[in-house]
């Protein structure tokens, strides 16, 4: 094919991309995100039509800052820096326009600013060493050790059984099984030799006879040359002025010495023959049946301690997570030092640590040092950027965890990406896991600094059935990411119906035949370059009952709370007997007590008292741009994109009387707040449904309250004494209203796009 052609087909498959962002299709009922999928197949089957593909996006992009196209630029950013980071016939001129590119978007708002900033961190050391994203993307997905960069990184993907079908299930289990089976460690050591050599010489590289040199070669020379191209990649990435000819001329050394004689004259012209593909081999993902809200925390655990397996109970407490080496324990704050300063008075060999299974640490790890053994950590210890964080500017360093150290001599060296496939039910499921797993670091703190926890989902929704039975919303969080995220709405939602394809298909028996798997490569580019995280407020409820025997429940929600009147009533002597004078009709007389939602954040207090049939209490925004007030509950002057406070809509009762007699209609009412308290004034009972997941139901309730769910680290810091006086009681109101909330983070493409 010409070279005319090839731009032709390329530049028909770009713009096939920009009318998809251009089009308003439904959320989750479309069936696109196919033409990013093919444009990048048609490069990786051809890496000839790399450089021409750079130059289209790169026109494309200019185009679309001269235009004010700014819903174009996230999305083909992302693309061309996929393209950069598998290419190796990339020319240096094409680097800078893309990096002086990157360098105008920093003046525009977030989340374009930040996306700009990540990419032209990364690409100012793409630039000067050519591979390095490359190289560091496969040695940390697929954990091939070395010392240069000992960054590991794995992709856990839970899906619940309950909620997803068993064909589902099989069918993502066995297109994650076929495409790992040839993505040995000798094939990857091979890609990464093949592809640094073919980035930094260019076409003085015979890629053919380095191909077929790496094919021979035996796996101590493999892992031999492996190191050293590592080494040599990593030592000038580091340097503060990285040059690329100093980094050519290094690999040009590699690449005679690997060759041999067969390498001839190394900068000549080599035999003109189409290279072969260097493949970007898939992470290293492990599947994961949902089982119950401590699984997140054991998976975790035994991927930074393999060792701690054998030691792993059903007893999360009594887990014995800190069996670490001495030179890697965690930093205290303080600590009472008794040297005095004199050399003498050092024991022999001080300056020495012992052997970790010497007697000396044996008794050391026994013995009492006189005290309370506590560490009090700093909230900004307590709360690293990766695991929480108000919506901000959220850069990576070029590492994969990109959190750099938490605790000082302390690297997080391990990056877990957790990605869930499901409903909303399998979110609440999600957040419940994530609470547990914060409450458990609270006590333990073993994983936070060590491990860079990243969130991504990716919605799978049960076939639309017939009208008969109304079943409610179940892709509401996964419509919402699509409405701020357009890239995310067209690569990640459009899943769905293609995944319920994958499984209605026989498994094939056939393995000879290679078959591009469609969903693992969107799975693994949504987790590569899904890297600017959306937070979501947890909120927690506390329930009471109409027995009083029966103790409170204390529950989280991320999405929902559906309030429903119960048709039984409790009895006369129970929790809250009925009022006289209320006039009997539909619903429940209800008194609600709330913090109205104030751009000025002032607390103010509204109690109201209404009969209603219903609430729901949404903490993900509807698309409806219009809300409606009611005398009892007016409109706050609140944007309806803010996601981090209650919506709440109330179908309220309203009497009319005429000379038919009375009659009763409703009108729903809608207002925000960040807490809110409920409690039924008459004999009704109260039924609430969390998340909605029908094993989440509470019955027979007569009061609850919600707020936003504390960040367990920060409830450490309050006062314990329980003998205070008035002025420290009023000290701890004090702290505790300024308690950090707990956000779970999902990661998307570009985050919230105004």
């Not at 021979?216 to 080494?231: D, I, R």
Request: proline residues 8%.
């Amino acid at each position: 094919m010409e070279s005319s052609d090839v731009e032709l087909d390329l530049q028909r498959s770009v713009q096939a991309v920009l009318r998809e962002l251009s089009t308003q299709a439904p959320a989750l009922q479309s069936n696109q995100g196919m033409w990013r999928w093919s444009l990048h197949k048609k490069v990786e089957r051809d890496p000839s039509k790399s450089p021409a593909l750079v130059r289209i996006l790169l026109r494309e992009l200019e185009k679309a800052e001269s235009e004010d196209l700014r819903h174009v630029i996230i999305p083909l950013l992302h693309t061309v820096m996929y393209v950069l980071t598998k290419a190796t016939g990339i020319t240096e001129e094409l680097y800078q326009r893309t990096y002086a590119f990157c360098t105008r978007l920093l003046t525009l708002p977030t989340p374009y600013c930040t996306v700009a900033l990540d990419c032209a961190t990364r690409l100012k050391t793409e630039t000067a060493v050519p591979g390095t994203l490359y190289q560091r993307m496969v040695i940390a997905e697929q954990n091939l050790m070395n010392e240069p960069y000992p960054y590991q990184e794995r992709v856990f993907v839970f899906v619940d059984p309950e909620l997803v079908s068993a064909a589902v299930c099989s069918a993502l289990l066995l297109e994650i099984e076929a495409a790992q089976v040839q993505q040995t460690p000798e094939a990857c050591m091979r890609h990464v030799v093949s592809h640094a050599l073919q980035a930094a010489l260019g076409e003085a590289c015979h890629a053919g006879a380095l191909h077929r040199k790496l094919q021979t070669s035996s796996p101590g020379t493999l892992e031999h040359y492996f190191h050293a191209v590592v080494a040599a990649v990593e030592q000038m990435a580091s340097e503060a002025s990285p040059t690329r000819a100093g980094h050519v001329e290094r690999l040009e050394e590699i690449y005679c010495s690997l060759l041999g004689p067969t390498a001839g004259h190394c900068c000549g012209d080599p035999v003109q023959e189409r290279p072969p593909s260097i493949p970007l081999p898939s992470p290293s993902i492990t599947f994961h049946l949902w089982t119950g809200e401590e699984q997140l925390w054991k998976e975790l655990v035994l991927f930074l301690h393999p060792r701690s397996q054998l030691r792993l109970s059903t007893d999360l407490e009594v887990l014995d997570l800190q069996g670490l080496r001495p030179d890697r324990e965690l930093a205290r704050v303080s600590m009472l030092s008794t040297d005095s300063g004199i050399e003498r008075d050092l024991p022999l060999g001080a300056d020495e640590l012992p052997a970790p299974s010497s007697p000396e640490m044996e008794r050391a790890g026994l013995q009492r040092k006189g005290g309370i053994k506590k560490r009090v950590w700093p909230l900004d210890f307590l709360m690293p950027g990766s695991w929480d964080g108000p919506p901000g500017l959220h850069r990576r360093t070029g590492r994969p965890g990109g959190d750099g150290e938490v605790l000082p001599g302390v690297s997080r060296l391990h990056t877990a990406r957790v990605l869930v496939l499901g409903d909303d039910r399998m979110l609440g499921r999600l957040a419940q896991a994530y609470h547990r797993l914060r409450k458990q670091e609270n006590q333990k703190f073993c994983l936070t600094p060590r491990l860079s926890l990243q969130l991504y989902y990716i919605p799978v929704l049960a076939p639309e059935k017939p009208a008969a039975s109304k079943q409610p919303e179940l892709g509401e969080l996964a419509a919402f990411l699509g409405r701020v995220d357009p890239w995310y709405q067209s690569t990640v939602n459009t899943l769905c119906p293609a995944i319920h394809k994958l499984a209605e298909m026989p498994p094939s028996l056939d393995t000879s035949q290679t078959v591009d798997p469609f969903i693992l490569d969107v799975l693994t580019y949504y987790v590569r370059m899904g890297t600017q995280p959306i937070y979501f407020q947890i909120y927690t409820v506390k329930i009471f009952f109409s027995d009083l025997s029966q103790d409170p429940a204390e529950d989280i929600f991320l999405i929902e709370l559906n309030v429903k009147i119960q048709d039984s009533k409790f009895p006369k002597d129970g929790f809250s007997p009925k009022r006289r004078g209320v006039a009997e009709g539909p619903g429940a007389e209800l008194s609600l007590r709330y913090q109205k939602a104030l751009l000025s954040h002032r607390p103010r207090e509204v109690t109201v008292s209404l009969r209603a049939t219903g609430l729901v209490l949404k903490a993900i925004p509807s698309s409806d741009t219009e809300v409606s007030g009611s005398p009892h509950c007016p409109l706050p002057a609140v944007s309806v994109t803010d996601h981090t406070c209650l919506n709440v809509s109330v179908t309220e009762v309203v009497k009319s009387s005429n000379l038919a007699g009375r009659s009763f209609s409703t009108v729903t009412n809608t207002f925000r707040t960040n807490n809110i308290q409920i409690q039924s004034q008459d004999q009704r009972l109260l039924t609430l449904s969390l998340d909605k997941d029908d094993q989440r139901t509470f019955r027979n309730v007569v009061r609850f309250e919600v707020a936003p769910c504390p960040e367990p680290c920060s409830g450490a810091q309050k006062s314990k004494a329980p003998w205070l006086n008035s002025h420290g009681e009023k000290e701890m109101k004090t702290t505790k209203a300024k308690l950090k909330p707990l956000l779970m983070p999902i990661n998307t493409f570009s985050g919230i796009v105004q």
